[in-house]
Structure formats: C-alpha cells, structure tokens
C-alpha cells in the first residue's frame, strides 16, 4: 500500500523544547517538501530536498531543521528558535516540482 | 511577480446545485495549474492538472476546469454538489518547472 504517512497526528511541544516530526514515503519518489498551514493561508514551503543527502531552504526556514539520510525519509525538526511553532504541518513527495503528493499531516500544539 | 488569487474565500451552494470555485495567475506565460481538495484535519488530495494539453480537464469525483489563457483563470467546476464535497479547496501553480504556489483557500459549504 504505498503512500506518505506522518507521525504522529498531534504533538506538543513545551516552551524551549525542539520536538521532530516525521515523514516517510514509499512512492520511490527523489524530492521531498516540508509546508507549513496557517488558518485562512495558503501552504509556505519550509525545505524541500530534491535528492538524497542534500536539502535546501524554503520561504519560511528559520527555527526549522531537516535531514535527508534516506530517500524514504525527510524528518522536520521544530527548534525553540521557532516562537510560534504552532500548525499544522504537512510533508509532501513527488517527482520534482510538477504532481505532489501530500502526507495526512502533524498538527502542533505549544503548551 | 508570479501568484495564484482564489477569488473567494468561502462559497455555499445547496445540495445538487452547480459548483463554481474560482481562480485567477499572474503569469507572463502558461503555468503547470492544479486543484487540490483538503477535508477537516487531513492532507491534500489532487483533484485535476492541467499542463498545456487539452484546457478542459477532468478530475476525480466529477470535477472539472477549463483554463482560459486570455481571462489568466482556471476555474473549477461540478455540475451537482454533493455533501461529500464539503472540504477546503486550494488553486496551485507551478511557473517554469519551480516551487509550487498556493492560493490561500475556499472554503466550500453545502447546504442540505
């Protein structure tokens, strides 16, 4: 059954806390994207990585990291240099800039 | 510079009547356009694309959108809503092979 999937749905984050959210893919696709949801916003790209071992800034990067060890996987840090972290975040994959698919997506929430 | 404007922000429509969701590009040449659909706490889900072959194209669930290159729109249409249909709709550009821009929603209501 292939497909994108987040984990987990919902997760909290403590004041100064960086917290990692994960995606994983098994559409064998290269590129890989992070986009942020506001309400009444349309998506903003966070990172994006285009092939294995190598990833680039979006238009709203700072207080985020990301790695990209695995092609299946491209897991997004949200760091405490990020005051307003909360949400919803969705990971995408495709096979470059045209046709993305897009995973269920993590909501965050600070407590 | 290239953007992506949904002209309305939210529409209602009763159940069984025809569904209209706008969109106009800002464009010095003809992008890659797409719709995606998003239901309550859930990813997006691409409905149709369109990429400069036929300007009508035909999407999942009896969706459809034409684009028009001297009215710069591509809107969506469906002849008869169902309730199912309820969920957020997003208009999505891509301009010469780069990072795809999103319209910032409608959100679509129907009325039983």
């Known amino acids: 059954d292939g497909g994108i999937t987040q984990s987990p749905k919902y997760l909290f984050r403590k004041e100064g806390q960086n917290v990692t959210l994960s995606c994983e893919q098994n559409l064998n696709h290269d590129a890989m994207y992070w986009y942020r949801q506001d309400p009444g916003q349309g998506l903003r790209l966070i990172y994006y990585s285009q092939i294995v071992n190598d990833f680039q800034k979006g238009d709203i990067a700072e207080g985020y990291s990301v790695s990209r060890e695995k092609k299946e996987s491209f897991p997004l840090t949200v760091t405490s240099a990020q005051k307003n972290p909360t949400a919803f975040y969705l990971c995408?994959?495709?096979?470059?800039?045209?046709?993305?698919?897009f995973g269920p997506g993590t909501r965050l929430l600070v407590l | 510079a290239q953007s992506v404007t949904q002209l309305d922000s939210h529409v209602s429509v009763s159940e069984g009547t025809p569904v209209l969701l706008r969109c106009n590009y800002s464009s010095s040449y003809s992008p890659s356009l797409f719709w995606y659909v998003q239901h309550p706490n859930k990813g997006l889900q691409l409905l149709l694309k369109?990429?400069?072959?036929?300007?009508l194209v035909k999407g999942i669930n009896g969706f459809e959108a034409e684009f028009k290159k001297s009215e710069t729109s591509f809107h969506l249409t469906k002849p008869s809503a169902h309730m199912s249909d309820a969920a957020e709709y997003f208009c999505v550009s891509n301009f010469g092979n780069e990072k795809l821009t999103f319209g910032t929603g409608t959100r679509l209501t129907i009325i039983p």
């Open positions: 369109y990429t400069s072959a036929a300007t």
């Open positions: 995408a994959s495709g096979r470059g800039w045209e046709t993305q698919y």
